[in-house]
Every structure is written in C-alpha cells, then in structure tokens.
C-alpha cells in the first residue's frame, strides 16, 4: 500500500510559477512509477505528467511541455511537480498518482493503483 499526501498548491497570477509535491509513504517507493493528473471545474481528471520508478524517465501532455518538470527524490519519498508560466487553464485540482512500475507513456487514470487527495491550483489575476 502506498499512502500519497499533496500539497503547494495556492492561488498564483499568470505567468507566475508554483511547486507541487507529493510525500509518499508505505514500501518499496522507489518501485513505482508516478504522475501528475489534473481535474478542472466540470471536466474530466486528465494526465499532466509522469515519472519512472528510476526517475531517468519522464512524459508530459502536451499543453504543458516546456513550462512544468516532474522530478523525484526516492530517498525522502517525494515526488514534486514544478510549474512555470501558468496559465489560467492550468487551474485545476491536481492530484499526484502511483503505479507499481509502470509505463510513463500511460496517461489513462485507470493505470494507477493510488491517489493522493488533491491540491487546488488556481491561476488568476
């Protein structure tokens, strides 16, 4: 079992920057695979970002690549997600995600085995 805690989220202006993170607990962390996902008002949790359990992986949609960066740090069991040049589409709640080893290219929310609870994000002037 894998226990997953977010948080950094808050309210930014446009263009402004913000870095989620995720503390994870429970075994074997370094085993999995993580993501980012995201759910706006009224539309459907979607994948913003993963990471293989090595870290030497990484995958992005595309309406973010350029602008976030998903890292990990297996020794203090943290997964962080670093987000610049929001945009008020970026607002969302995000929620960070566990596999056991799997694929970075899989976006479907289904593929995950655990979530945290989510962080507000709201990008706003």
């Known amino acids: 079992q894998v226990q997953l805690v977010e948080s950094g989220g808050g309210l930014v202006q446009p263009g402004g920057s913000l870095r989620l993170s995720c503390a994870a607990s429970g075994r074997t962390f370094s085993s999995y695979a993580m993501g980012w996902f995201r759910q706006a008002p009224g539309k459907e949790r979607e994948f913003v970002a993963a990471i293989s359990w090595i870290g030497g992986s990484t995958y992005y949609t595309d309406s973010v690549k350029g602008r976030f960066t998903i890292s990990r740090d297996n020794a203090n069991n943290a997964v962080y997600l670093q987000m610049n040049s929001l945009k008020p589409e970026d607002t969302a709640v995000y929620y960070c995600?566990?596999?056991?080893?799997?694929?970075?290219?899989?976006?479907?929310?289904?593929?995950?085995?655990?979530w945290g609870q989510g962080t507000q994000v709201t990008v706003s002037s």
């Open positions: 995600a566990a596999r056991y080893r799997g694929s970075v290219t899989t976006t479907t929310t289904t593929s995950y085995n655990y």
